[in-house]
């Protein structure tokens, strides 16, 4: 059983640019969060969905960043005209219940 | 504002000794606990969820909880080398709630050979 799959694992945009970052749940999960963590910093709770419903979406910035999660196919973080600020490291986790979160290994993004 | 905090450490701990690491939360509604490990540019890995006071053990891993304290603790028996890494603590508020888990910034574990 494949854990939960994330990608690209990094990824270098221009301020200006889009990202897309994209992640698998494991067999099974229902489930979808995205965190974002900085340098030195814990995680910070971003967005909860299940298939095409975002449930709760408190911790996501209310410009520039979107989330979906589809009937078919991967959830998609998006971060439109990213800016430096955005450089850090986004978590993706699934869980079959939403109670234990299970990781991946996490996107890379650097803005330059 | 649900608020999580970890003394960040480094804690120093010698091989073979216990090292204990410490989160306290603030919303007396938090109901689900959980401890994850985390080593350098890698992924947090879950090690132990607590749900009720007391303890729970896990081979050389245990959690206790304190909900009149609002405290959670993880003890690590018989330190190695390997579980030098950051230890984070999370916490949800609701059962099965709609919000994902708050978590502490972490303490950074440094086992000494």
């Known amino acids: 059983n494949a854990g939960v799959m994330q990608n690209p694992r990094h990824l270098v945009r221009r301020r200006g640019q889009e990202a897309r970052l994209r992640c698998s749940p494991m067999?099974?999960?229902?489930?979808v969060y995205w965190y974002r963590q900085l340098p030195e910093e814990g995680l910070k709770f971003m967005v909860y969905?299940?298939?095409?419903?975002?449930?709760?979406e408190s911790g996501m910035p209310k410009e520039r960043f979107s989330a979906e999660f589809p009937k078919e196919g991967p959830s998609i973080l998006r971060i439109q005209q990213v800016v430096r600020g955005d450089s850090a490291a986004y978590f993706c986790?699934?869980?079959?219940?939403?109670?234990?979160?299970?990781f991946g290994e996490g996107s890379r993004l650097t803005v330059l | 504002q649900k608020e999580v905090e970890q003394n960040s450490g480094p804690l120093s701990v010698p091989e073979g000794a216990i090292a204990s690491l410490n989160c306290t939360y603030s919303?007396?509604?938090?109901?689900?606990f959980f401890w994850y490990r985390q080593y350098s540019g890698k992924s947090p890995e879950l090690i132990m969820s607590?749900?009720?006071?007391g303890d729970k053990e896990d081979g050389r891993f245990t959690a206790q909880l304190n909900k009149a304290s609002q405290y959670v603790s993880l003890l690590i028996r018989d330190s190695q080398p390997s579980d030098s890494a950051t230890y984070l603590c999370?916490?949800?508020?609701?059962?099965?709630?709609?919000?994902?888990?708050?978590f502490g910034k972490g303490t950074h574990l440094i086992i000494q050979p």
């Open positions: 986790a699934s869980s079959p219940d939403s109670a234990e979160l299970f």
């Open positions: 067999k099974g999960h229902s489930h």
């Open positions: 969905l299940q298939k095409e419903n975002i449930i709760d």
């Open positions: 919303d007396r509604g938090s109901q689900s």
């Open positions: 607590i749900y009720s006071n």
């Open positions: 999370a916490v949800r508020v609701s059962g099965g709630g709609a919000d994902g888990l708050t």
